[in-house]
């Protein structure tokens, strides 16, 4: 079994490649839930969602959502004067819904997440990193938001000065968590956000220790090449957690107490010393994940380099 820790977007591109190469049944996949946010009362689970339809095959061109979808019941909430800047598609909205109906009637996350999972044909298990709520509060130099708000509403464009996960201590890790990762041939860090989406599934009490059992079997992969982030604002997070540079070597040095190697792009190859020299070995190959062939081609990599 390969578990791998991921959030959303670019995690999720990593997920679809490993399940190509071992198999849908072969992998476990723990999400980060900090993302997560109300809208309209319902429980709204990105970072779950977007893994779940990537794998059922049935997510949108852009990343997110479902395909095809349509927006009929957003521009009409809009008409009522609702805020309106957080895309709910209509077929999307009917997750959400279950969820939040399934919640409220006493079911766990981790349950009502197999439910879904398991109705749209989907064999790899998705685990949430945990069934309490635990939130990214964001702070800027005009005040507190929520994650979705700093990177939805106001389109990540202003630095930050503080992050926040509140609740983190006091969550447990979903049913499942510990025990995958203590039993997994390999555990596999997506090249997903290091702070707000792999940060906080390590966060988790319990989590960290469990990776760093493993490090010999664990590998990350860096969201960041030459110096950027390949997509969004990992650079900003980065930067408000205090971390001095957005580059491989410094994903590699937050990494280097849970993951024996740390694969980062031919084109920083130049890091790579520096990367041994944190006792991490680099593994050096395009990260770049453009389409289904590429995401196949880096799986294989990640698993034959351990
Ligand atoms: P979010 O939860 O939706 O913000 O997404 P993640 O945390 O899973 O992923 C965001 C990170 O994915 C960003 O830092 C990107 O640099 C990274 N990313 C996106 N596409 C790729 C890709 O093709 N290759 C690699 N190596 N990283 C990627």
Not at 165 to 186: H, K, M, N, S, T
Not at 226 to 241: N, Q, T, Y
Request: proline share 5%; glycine share 10%; charged share 25%.
């Amino acid at each position: 079994m390969i578990v791998a820790l991921s959030g959303g977007t670019g995690g999720s591109k990593m997920v679809d490649g490993l399940a190509r190469v071992v198999g849908q049944r072969e992998l476990t996949v723990v999400v980060n839930t900090a993302d997560d946010s109300d809208f309209y009362g319902l429980r709204v689970c990105p970072d779950l969602d977007i893994c779940m339809y990537v794998l059922a095959g049935v997510v949108a061109d852009r990343g997110w959502g479902y395909a095809d979808d349509t927006f009929r019941c957003l521009e009409g909430l809009e008409t009522y004067g609702q805020p309106a800047w957080f895309g709910l598609g209509d077929r999307d909205l009917a997750t959400h819904l279950h969820r939040t109906v399934r919640l409220a009637e006493g079911t766990a996350l981790s349950e009502v997440t197999d439910e879904l999972r398991r109705r749209l044909g989907v064999e790899t298990r998705l685990l949430p990193m945990t069934d309490d709520p635990v939130r990214t509060a964001i702070t800027t130099a005009t005040g507190e938001r929520t994650f979705q708000e700093y990177l939805v509403k106001h389109g990540a464009a202003e630095d930050i000065e503080r992050i926040e996960l509140v609740g983190i201590e006091d969550a447990a890790p979903a049913p499942g968590v510990i025990e995958a990762i203590g039993q997994a041939d390999a555990v596999v860090l997506c090249p997903s956000s290091p702070v707000v989406s792999i940060g906080t599934i390590l966060g988790v009490p319990g989590v960290r220790d469990a990776v760093a059992a493993r490090r010999d079997r664990a590998i990350a992969v860096s969201p960041i090449i030459a110096g950027r982030p390949v997509e969004g604002p990992a650079h900003r997070f980065l930067a408000g957690a205090g971390y001095a540079e957005c580059s491989a070597r410094q994903m590699a040095e937050i990494y280097a107490d849970v993951v024996g190697s740390f694969v980062l792009d031919e084109r920083d190859e130049s890091e790579a010393e520096a990367v041994a020299a944190l006792g991490v070995r680099p593994v050096l190959t395009d990260v770049l994940m453009p389409d289904h062939d590429a995401r196949e081609r880096l799986a294989r990599t990640v698993l034959d380099a351990l």
